[in-house]
């Protein structure tokens, strides 16, 4: 079953990785392919949720899902073909080695496998996931799978607030959809989905550094997103703060490569992913809310409003669906009980916890030796920033990211939960979100190992 | 020349400390505690209940010794035993108490018998064992 499981999941992942083939037409090489799959796995799974959740509003109860994920697959198939005809191969040039981009690389490798074979481990020996997975995503999943024509269950108002139906529905649709085509519900689907996301954020930061920066500062970023003990063990817990630091990472590299290429496909595709991320966990409508906040800032800066709208029209599809199930289907959140918000933000107290939180994780939490990730991070881009290029791509993702960063306090602040608990079971996985997106605008920002370690020339 | 040879210094300890901890991840993952089997059991000790009711949606109450004022319960416990039987229980919605037509009861044998001397008049039961009942409530 583990075998018809992955090949589920081959349709969404392979039509993703046809629609960033036709991105980057032009880009062929090995290095290449590998950025565009893992770009594409992401950018696949994120459509078949939505086509899905377009297909239970419509057709409900009707098991015919593969065959709209055929055709789609199809048509990119014909499309990517017909391009293919018409475009003039240009031979890329061969990839030189050198030693310490060797030295670095065998580095990232030994990371990669290890930290993945770890979560391997850790899913063989939990198949079903973790709390959250069986309260929220999975809990989900199978009241869509069994529910049939009466899916909207799966969020109903009439369910304990602990199993959060509010929660935007990506995975349990994804689960939901590759249980439909197997005709089984089986623990290997979103075990199997979580691999996915796990696999796409190192292969998309590995890829996107490669691309824009250096093929050594590719191998950095892998080794900074695998070797580090909070990162990659949430993939297998079969939570969405993974895929969602996945879509995060994704929008923020494809802003980059907007800023380097101009070309206002990139920009659409920087909005689709935000979307995505917002179609994935609240969170991420908070990043859709703080890039289209900076995005819109810089275009009054800049007197154009045309940037921002690109950017817009790009998430429109997911922020359409996820207004009409927020606003039809979902209950509503437990953050908006109604009463007044006033007495929490006034609360010097919950401010100081809140902020302490913050700081211990940021000093202590998620590196190595009780030195905080974030704070090696810092000195990172405070030793390695090297100036030249466009610094405004990097200036706003810095934005969004603080943004992000000052809604998770923010929500702290007004959380209805006790606030001890809540900041306890979430912080940690709140800094997971946005790990990979700092990594990548940290490394994008700084010297690469080429620049330390220039090669002599022979 | 200085800010070189910290960069170098920089870089070659996160490669280092990386590598560390990667093999670390992969030696420890073998020790991780499984908890799958609380998740299959509790499916299976609930699946002959849920066979039973013969609804495909609606909702099913939910009465565990945390709903009983009194009574003695594990917060965690407590929590973990809903959140599995609203799993296992799906479709159908849980609801807490044992107000709706088929109700799951989860309690220990001492709140089990208080709580049927006072409504055994109101439910037919039927058990599953480990502390796990089907109350369907009669029409009064």
């Known amino acids: 079953m583990s075998f018809f499981s992955l090949l589920a999941f081959s349709l969404p992942v392979l ?16 290095l290449d392919l590998f950025f565009k799959f893992s770009l594409g796995t992401g950018l696949g799974l994120g459509i078949s ?75 063989r020996q939990r198949a079903r996931g973790d709390w959250d997975a069986w309260m929220i995503y999975n809990r989900a999943a199978r009241f869509i799978f069994r529910g049939g024509e009466n899916w909207r269950d799966a969020f109903s108002s009439e369910m304990g607030v ?28 979103p075990m ?8 796409a954020a190192l292969g998309l930061s590995f890829g996107a550094l490669a691309e824009l920066k250096s093929l050594a500062q590719g191998g950095v970023g892998l080794i900074l997103l695998g070797g580090v003990p909070f990162f990659l063990g949430e993939g297998g817990r079969q939570t969405a703060d993974l895929p969602l630091a996945f879509y995060l990472l994704a929008s923020l590299v494809s802003l980059f490569f907007y800023f380097r290429d101009r070309r206002a496909a990139f920009l659409a595709l920087a909005g689709f992913m935000a979307g995505l991320a917002a179609w994935t966990k609240n969170e991420g409508m908070l990043f859709l809310f703080a890039s289209v906040g900076i995005l819109f800032t810089a275009a009054l800066w800049k007197r154009s409003l045309l940037d921002f709208l690109l950017y817009f029209a790009g998430a429109l599809p997911s922020l359409l669906l996820l207004f009409y199930f927020k606003s039809q289907i979902a209950p509503p959140s437990e953050f908006l009980g109604g009463g007044s918000l006033f007495p929490y933000l006034a609360d ?29 991070l810092s000195a990172y881009f405070l030793l390695f920033y090297s100036r030249g290029g466009n610094p405004a791509p990097i200036l706003i993702s810095l934005a969004i990211l603080v943004f992000q960063m000052i809604g998770y306090y ?49 | 020349m200085l800010k070189k040879i910290l960069r170098a210094f920089f870089l070659a300890a996160i490669v280092i400390l990386g590598v560390g901890t990667g093999v670390e991840s992969f030696r420890s993952s073998a020790e ?20 039973l009711i013969p609804l495909e949606r609606g909702m099913v109450g939910y009465l565990s010794n945390e709903d009983i004022p009194g ?44 709580w049927i001397q006072e409504n055994e008049d109101r439910y037919r039961l039927v058990g599953s064992g480990g502390g796990i009942y089907l109350a369907r409530r009669v029409a009064q």
């Open chain 1, 15 to 30: 039509s993703g990785t046809l629609i960033a083939h036709l991105l980057w037409l032009d880009k062929n090489s090995p």
């Open chain 1, 49 to 123: 949720a939505l086509l899905y959740f377009v297909c239970l509003l419509f057709f409900a109860g009707r098991s015919f899902f593969l065959y709209v994920e055929a055709a789609l697959f199809l048509s990119l198939l014909t499309a990517a073909y017909l391009k293919r005809k018409r475009m003039v191969r240009a031979s890329s040039p061969r990839l030189k080695i050198t030693l310490p981009q060797a030295a670095i690389l065998l580095a990232a490798v030994i990371v990669f496998l290890s930290s993945f074979i770890g979560m391997v481990n850790y899913s």
């Open chain 1, 162 to 189: 602990i199993f959060h139906a509010d929660y935007p529905p990506l995975l349990a649709l994804n689960t939901a959809s590759r249980w439909e085509i197997l005709g089984e519900e089986t623990a290997f689907v």
């Open chain 1, 192 to 199: 199997i989905q979580g691999f996915l996301f796990s696999l």
């Open chain 1, 348 to 376: 010097g107290s919950r401010h100081q916890l809140i902020f302490s939180a913050f700081e211990e994780f940021f000093l202590h939490g998620g590196g190595w030796f009780g030195i905080g990730i974030y704070l090696v």
């Open chain 1, 410 to 458: 923010v929500v702290y602040l007004i959380s209805p939960y006790d606030l001890t608990w809540h900041i306890g079971y979430s912080l940690n996985r709140l800094f997971v979100q946005i790990y990979p997106s700092a990594v990548f605008v940290v490394l994008y920002a700084g010297a690469t190992p080429e620049m330390i370690f220039p090669s002599r020339p022979k």
């Open chain 2, 32 to 51: 991780i505690h499984s908890n799958d089997e609380s998740v299959i059991n509790w499916d299976d000790r609930l699946s002959n209940l849920i066979a």
């Open chain 2, 71 to 114: 009574a003695a319960f594990d917060p965690d416990d407590a929590s973990g035993e809903y959140i599995l039987t609203q799993y296992a229980v799906a479709p159908l919605v849980l609801i807490r108490g044992a107000e709706q037509d088929w109700n799951l009861l989860n309690l220990d044998p001492e709140t089990y018998e208080k």
